[in-house]
């Protein structure tokens, strides 16, 4: 009985687990190992190279323009 129970609660974990994968798109990338991060205008990313906050919106003028006066 005590196998029964083992093996049901180990084939619904993972039959749980495959239709979560499947469930979720591939082009799904979280944290920081993906290769585009989204940043909501009221935030800010740490920019170690200047020490210095760069304000999400702000991001265009920094990066396009090298506006450094955005920094914070």
């Not at 979560?20 to 935030?43: F, H, L, N, R």
């Amino acid at each position: 009985m005590l196998k029964k129970l083992i093996l049901a609660t180990a084939f619904i974990y993972v039959s749980a687990e495959a239709a979560y994968q499947m469930s979720v798109p591939e082009d799904t990338c979280q944290g920081w190992k993906c290769a585009e991060v989204s940043c909501p205008d009221d935030y800010a990313v740490w920019i170690p190279e200047e020490q210095a906050f760069l304000p999400c919106d702000k991001w265009s003028q920094y990066v396009n323009i090298g506006n450094k006066s955005v920094l914070k």
